[in-house]
């Protein structure tokens, strides 16, 4: 599957955006869409992920009631929807495809496989 993300930018604190990103190819075979993101001189960290087919979310602390993950399966796209974003919520931000079923997987970078070139979002103080 290949993945392409979109929709970041520059953004105050207190304001919102909404990442896409757009999968093309086999995805059937995959059980999570995630999104990571990675800020300078940081390691790459969860954000959320979605189950492809029930739809379950699952949301990092850090991020849980300020960001929305949604996917329409008919558009083979997923959302992020961040709202309240702070400063620190800048970096770049990845999707990423999971063929791993298992819930206890879908928190880590590691049992994703493919993955989307990334897209800046820049929150200003």
């Known amino acids: 599957v290949q993945l392409q993300a979109s929709g970041g930018g520059l953004v105050q604190a207190g304001g919102s955006l909404r990442l896409s990103c757009a999968a093309s190819?086999?995805?059937?075979?995959?059980?999570?869409m995630g999104w990571f993101r990675q800020a300078p001189g940081k390691e790459r960290e969860f954000v959320a992920t979605?189950?492809?087919?029930?739809?379950?979310?699952y949301y990092a602390d850090s991020v849980k009631g300020r960001f929305t993950i949604s996917r329409d399966n008919a558009k083979n796209t997923v959302y992020l929807q961040m709202n309240s974003l702070k400063p620190e919520d800048t970096a770049v931000y990845y999707c990423?495809?999971?063929?791993?079923?298992?819930?206890?997987?879908?928190?880590?970078?590691?049992?994703?496989?493919?993955w989307g070139q990334g897209t800046q979002v820049t929150v200003s103080s």
């Open positions: 979605i189950g492809w087919d029930d739809g379950y979310p």
């Open positions: 190819g086999r995805t059937f075979s995959y059980y999570f």
């Open positions: 990423a495809a999971s063929k791993y079923s298992q819930y206890y997987t879908r928190g880590s970078s590691t049992y994703y496989s493919e």
